[in-house]
Nanobody
Framework: QVQLVESGGGLVQPGGSLRLSCAASGFTFSIYAMSWYRQAPRKERELVATLSSDGRFTNYANSVKGRFTISRDNAKNMVYLQMNSLKPEDTAVYYC?????????WGQGTQVTVSS
């Protein structure tokens, strides 16, 4: 059974940091590209960051470049999103995604709220 389980979300003040984690199981994690997406209320889901299966290539949304860092540990089947200098506009549900075309898996999401 494929599972992607996100954790680490919560309430943080503007300028603060959070680290999201995603635990993967039920598939060959090391051959999948991993991504984080987010969806804010009344907005479409958007790509935040992507990391290739071997960890060599990354891609970030312009809105998070220089503030967020995606990483993975293939030995532990984990992917992370380090989020620094958080802004209110980063408030959203954050989803973990695994993709190896044409197969794609999603987690259930974790809420991140940036507010004073």
């Amino acid at each position: 059974q494929v599972q992607l389980v996100e954790s680490g979300g919560g309430l943080v003040q503007p300028g603060g940091s959070l680290r999201l984690s995603c635990a993967a199981s039920g598939f060959t994690f090391s051959i999948y590209a991993m991504s984080w997406y987010r969806q804010a209320p009344r907005k479409e889901r958007e790509l935040v960051a992507t990391l290739s299966s071997d960890g060599r290539f990354t891609n970030y949304a312009n809105s998070v470049k220089g503030r967020f860092t995606i990483s993975r540990d293939n030995a532990k089947n984990m992917v992370y999103l380090q989020m620094n200098s958080l802004k209110p506009e980063d408030t959203a549900v954050y989803y973990c995604n695994a993709e190896r075309v044409p197969i794609e898996y999603w987690g259930q999401g974790t809420q991140v709220t940036v507010s004073s």
